[in-house]
């Protein structure tokens, strides 16, 4: 007979599961067992906070289900960012955890029980807050049905985190013989999804607006990164000479360097793509949610439903005319919608002499005259334009959250799609350090990491993770030594100041290498030499802490509703 455990691993490995990001504990303990004689990777950072970031990005980037283990009480809480990030920012991922039960004495004072029961608090609905849905199964058969279920909703529709809670018996048992229910299918089988498309009538409708339209604009959002829909994109676009715009995290859904691309839009992205959107007659809006940092906090100048035609292609027919009203709506796939909407060109004979245009026009927001600035500290448009200068089209990029990230996605010019990743879903801090380890460790791809002082402390101790295996990103401190954006919004605030950590030493310690970069003048040189080496490397590069990141890059759009800060 074969324990619940080992049958577990069996599924994992039918499902093609390469990587296991998490941190022994409870009952999680009997399934890393299970996994000693497995060609999965098992990934074991220092918490399970960075090992949910990792398996997170790891879904986001691979599109299939990143996988977390750990122990039920640390798992709903410091691993709960990983499954929120992937939550808001759709991406597949499926955290096996455990409850943390003893059996007879959970009645007895319980310590770590989880289940909710008898005085212990509840993992459960901490799960229903965080995750699509989540299973608590209490039978061998339950167990593996539920684990299978899991992997199938991760990625069913919008794709997002699940969650299995290991019941303290199950796990440890043997698989019944007799055909007990719940009946068990192969978990092919049991995880298999089907791709939903949108009307033909919607089709047409939509696809007339665009041949008609003198001055179309598209807005991609991260839905085109989830589908993989990066060919029907730059199709549509060419095919309706459509300029492209993107969300925040639909940035790199196309190369920023593509002839019809014009930038990001929102609160403080491109000014370019801002005024884009809002000069367009007609707007095909994909894969995004419109959130407020995307609409500029709902500034009625900037898109118009009474002024403009929206076309809305969303997986999920709650998004469709959330926002704004739609005038068609494009329920399905992004990467079927689009396609979808290619072919319908035929129909037609559109064609502008606009978009290229504009789109140039639009391009030139990711240049400042403070990119070539010589100032000491240094100017974080210079530090990013450094950054630049070292990305190429097989070098991922990870930013964190603060004021790095807006300076990021304003002067880093992607050069091909899928490269740049940004914590945007819930947008915590700490996010770009595990996620590039992740990245380094699941690809052969070069990986730069970009935080502020404050987001790279939190998770430093990646640093060793990537040691440990052996990969060698580049992490970019962008240093004001505070919390930037929280002290630039009020520096009356307590506790916005750190003192001068050395990121040098604490790199060195961890096995790794590490550098300061005070003047311009070697930047470059620093930038380069980092990525080239074979260990990681931690470049400290000290920015002018009095260069305000919201009177630079805030939008005249935002600035139009006060400038309400998030």
Known sequence: MTKVSTEIVRTLECLDVEYLFGYPGGRAIEL????????????????????????EMYGRLHRKPGVLTGQGPWIGSIGAIGQME????????????????????????????????????????????????????????????????????????????????????????EIPETDEPPTLWSPEEQTQNWESSPTATDVERAADHLANAERP??????????????????AVAETYDAVVTTSYLGKSTIAETHDLAAGVIGSFGHEGANQAVSEADVLLVVGCRLNPMDTNWGATSFIRPDEQTILHADVDTRNAGWVYPADVGLIGDAKQSLALLGQAAEAFAPGNDWARERASDARESFRAPECDADDEPILPQRAVAAIDEIVDENTLVTADSGNNRFWLLNYLQTPARRTYFGSGGVGGMGWAGPAAVSAAITTDRDVVAVAGDGGF????TCIETAVEYGVAPTFVVLNDTS??????????????????????????????????????????????SAKAADVPTVVDVRIDRDEEMVDTLQSSFYEEVGGLHE
Do not use: C
């Open 86 to 173: 992937a939550r808001l920012g759709s991406s597949p991922m499926v955290a096996i955890t455990e409850a943390s039960e003893r059996g007879d004495y959970s009645t007895l004072a319980p310590y770590q029980q989880a289940r909710g029961d008898y005085g212990g608090f509840a993992l459960p609905k901490i799960l229903d807050g965080i995750t699509k849905e989540w299973w608590f199964p209490r039978t061998p058969n339950e167990t593996l049905r539920s684990t299978q279920l899991a992997f199938k909703h991760a990625t069913a529709g919008r794709p997002g985190p699940t969650a299995v809670v290991l019941d303290g018996d199950a796990v440890t048992a």
């Open 32 to 55: 890393l067992e299970a996994l000693a004689g497995s060609d999965i990777e098992v990934v074991r950072p220092r918490d399970e906070r960075e090992a949910s970031v990792m398996a």
């Open 217 to 234: 604009v598209i807005v991609a959002g991260n839905g085109v990164h989830a589908a993989g829909a990066y060919d029907e994109l730059e």
């Open 483 to 528: 919390l930037g954006m929280v002290r630039q919004m009020d520096d009356e605030i307590p506790g916005v100041d750190f003192h001068d950590t050395d990121f040098v030493q604490v790199a060195e310690g961890f096995g790794a290498e590490g550098m300061r970069v005070r003047s311009p003048e070697n930047l470059a040189e620093r930038l380069e």
């Open 457 to 460: 402390t939190m998770t430093m």
